[in-house]
C-alpha cells in the first residue's frame, strides 16, 4: 500500500529530474545561441554568404542546395559538440595557427618598424623604409612559431635580443627565445604560444637488467618535447629556490646511475647538509655519505686523495680516464653546496679545507674520474667562489635576473632564459647550459618517496665506506687549586 510519504518523495524526485531537464535543455540552447554568435563575429563575410545562401535556396525551393547548406552547418556544430576535444585538435587548432602565421606574415615590416629592427633611409625616390627580410616563417611544434628574418648590414643576433620582449609583446605570444645560428651571423626567433612544459614529467623506474651507462643521464624532457640529456662525468652546478625542484634533478641522476652503481662502475659520495633529510631515503646507494659539515670535509678531503692518487697511475699511460669496477668514476653529489662555501666561516679551518679539497676536485678531477654535483638556493660569488670551476650549469627557478645571469650568463638571460619569471606551480622547470654554451629550457622529472626507497633497496652500492672522525684532543691536565696559607690569610 502507497503511503502519502511515498508519493510525495516520488512527486519531489519527478520535480527534481523536470527542473534538472530544463536546465540542461536551456544549456544546450544557449550554447548553439553563443555559437551562432560567435561564427557571425568571427567570420561575418561567410556567416553572411550562408545565410544568403540559405534564404535564396528556400524561397527559390532549391531542395538540394538547401540540403547541402543545411549540412555545412550542422556537420560542425555536432562534431564540436559531441567531440569538442577532437574538433579543437582538428578544426580550430589549425585555424588559428594559419591565422597567426598570416598576420605575422602580413605585417612584419610593422613590426620590424615598432620594435626598433627597421631603418629609414634616403634614396633617390624619397625615404624608404628597409627592414629584415622574412627568411621563413612556420610552425615546428603544435604552440610553436619559428621565425627566421635575414638581419640587414651591420644588425647582429644582440639587437635582436635586445628587442625581443617587444617582439613577444607584438606577436602576442608568452615566451620568446632567440636561438643564434651556428656561426652567429644569424637567428632564429620561437614564439611559445602555450608551455610545452606545464604537464609533470613522470621518472620511470630502471629495469634490473639494464645496462649500466655513465655517459649521460635522462633528466626529463625538453621544451621541444625531447628527452633532456646531461653528460654525467662533467661537473654540475644546480641553483634554485626552495621548492623550485632540485631534489628532482638529485634523484632523477641518482636513477640514471643506479645500474652502474649496482655494478660498481659508479661510486657516489653523498653530502646531505640538511641533515639526512633529503638523501636519506637513498643511503644504501652512496659508496660514503656525510650528514655534517666535518664529516662532509673528510669524505672531499679522502676524495682528493684518491684522486692524487689514481692519477699518479694514469700518468703516462693514458690522458683520460675509463671507469671499471677497479677504478670507478667517484662523484661527489653535494646537497646545500654553500654550507661548506659560505656558512663556515665562523670555523675559519673548516672552510678552508672545504674550500681548497673542492677547488681541486673541480680543477684536477675530471681527467683521472672525479666528479661534483653541487646542489644549491644563492647562486652568488660571494656564496659560492667556486662557481666557475663548475663546467655545466642548471638554474631552476630563482628570485631575481641577476641570479639567472650569475647562474647562466647574461646572454642568455638576453635570449629568453627567464628563470626569475618561472611559476611556483612548475617545480623542475628551468634552464640548463651545457658546456658547449647551449642553453635549453628542460623540465625535470619528478621521482616519488616509494621510487627512491625502492632504488635503494634494488640497487645498493656493493661497498659502503663509513667515515670516521678524528679523535678529540684529551683534556688538559686541570690546574691545582690548592690554597697557600699566604692566599688564605
Request: with cysteine.
Amino acid at each position: 500500500m502507497t503511503g502519502p510519504r511515498t508519493v510525495g518523495r516520488g512527486i519531489g524526485t519527478g520535480l527534481r529530474w523536470t527542473g534538472r531537464g530544463i536546465r540542461h535543455g536551456l544549456a544546450e540552447m544557449w550554447w548553439w545561441i553563443a555559437g551562432a554568435f560567435r561564427f557571425l563575429v568571427r567570420a561575418p563575410g561567410r556567416a553572411v554568404v550562408w545565410t544568403g545562401g540559405t534564404v535564396y535556396s528556400y524561397l527559390s525551393q532549391t531542395w538540394l542546395l538547401l540540403v547541402g547548406l543545411t549540412v555545412v552547418a550542422l556537420v560542425p556544430a555536432v562534431w564540436a559538440r559531441g567531440w569538442p576535444s577532437s574538433y579543437q585538435q582538428r578544426v580550430v587548432h589549425p585555424a588559428w595557427r594559419r591565422r597567426i602565421c598570416r598576420s605575422v606574415r602580413k605585417s612584419w615590416a610593422g613590426l620590424m618598424e615598432a620594435c626598433g629592427l627597421a631603418r629609414r633611409v634616403i634614396a633617390p625616390t624619397g625615404t624608404e623604409l628597409r627592414v629584415p627580410a622574412l627568411h621563413r616563417i612556420g610552425w615546428q611544434d603544435p604552440d610553436v612559431l619559428v621565425v627566421v628574418p635575414q638581419l640587414m648590414v651591420g644588425q647582429t643576433v644582440e639587437d635582436v635580443v635586445a628587442v625581443s620582449e617587444r617582439l613577444r609583446v607584438a606577436v602576442g605570444s608568452r615566451q620568446v627565445r632567440i636561438i643564434p645560428n651556428a656561426t652567429h651571423t644569424g637567428c632564429t626567433v620561437r614564439f611559445l604560444f602555450a608551455d610545452p612544459l606545464a604537464a609533470v614529467v613522470e621518472a620511470r623506474f630502471p629495469s634490473p637488467n639494464l645496462a649500466a651507462t655513465i655517459q649521460s643521464a635522462e633528466m626529463g624532457v625538453t621544451e621541444g618535447g625531447q628527452p633532456w640529456r646531461l653528460p654525467i662525468p662533467v661537473s654540475t652546478l644546480t641553483a634554485g629556490c626552495t621548492g623550485s625542484g632540485k631534489a628532482s634533478a638529485m634523484w632523477m641522476l641518482l636513477l640514471n646511475l643506479a645500474p652502474a652503481i649496482k655494478s660498481g662502475l659508479v661510486q657516489v659520495h653523498g653530502v646531505d647538509l640538511k641533515g639526512g633529510m633529503e638523501l636519506g631515503l637513498g643511503t644504501r646507494l652512496f659508496t660514503r655519505y656525510a650528514t655534517t659539515p666535518e664529516q662532509a670535509v673528510i669524505l672531499l678531503e679522502d676524495a682528493v686523495q684518491a684522486m692524487t692518487a689514481r692519477a699518479a697511475t694514469l700518468a703516462g699511460h693514458t690522458r683520460s680516464h675509463t671507469p671499471s669496477t677497479a677504478a670507478p668514476l667517484v662523484l661527489v653529489l653535494i646537497d646545500e653546496l654553500a654550507m661548506l662555501t659560505s656558512y663556515l666561516s665562523n670555523q675559519r679551518d673548516l672552510f678552508q679545507r672545504a674550500d681548497k679539497a673542492l677547488r681541486a676536485l673541480l680543477g684536477l678531477g675530471r681527467a683521472p674520474g672525479f666528479v661534483v654535483w653541487g646542489f644549491l638556493q644563492d647562486p652568488r660569488k660571494d656564496t659560492v667562489p667556486q662557481r666557475h670551476m663548475f663546467t655545466q650549469t642548471i638554474a631552476l627557478r630563482l628570485r631575481e635576473r641577476e641570479e639567472v645571469a650569475m647562474v647562466l650568463s647574461d646572454g642568455a638571460v638576453a635570449a629568453g632564459a627567464t628563470c626569475h619569471k618561472i611559476p611556483r606551480t612548475t617545480p623542475g622547470v628551468g634552464f640548463a647550459l651545457t658546456e658547449d654554451g647551449d642553453v635549453t629550457r628542460i623540465r625535470c622529472a619528478f621521482v616519488p618517496d616509494d621510487m627512491i626507497r625502492a632504488l635503494a633497496v634494488h640497487f645498493r652500492a656493493p661497498i659502503q665506506i663509513p667515515i670516521r672522525l678524528p679523535e678529540p684532543d684529551p683534556d688538559p691536565a686541570p690546574k691545582s687549586r690548592i690554597r697557600t696559607a699566604r692566599s688564605r690569610s
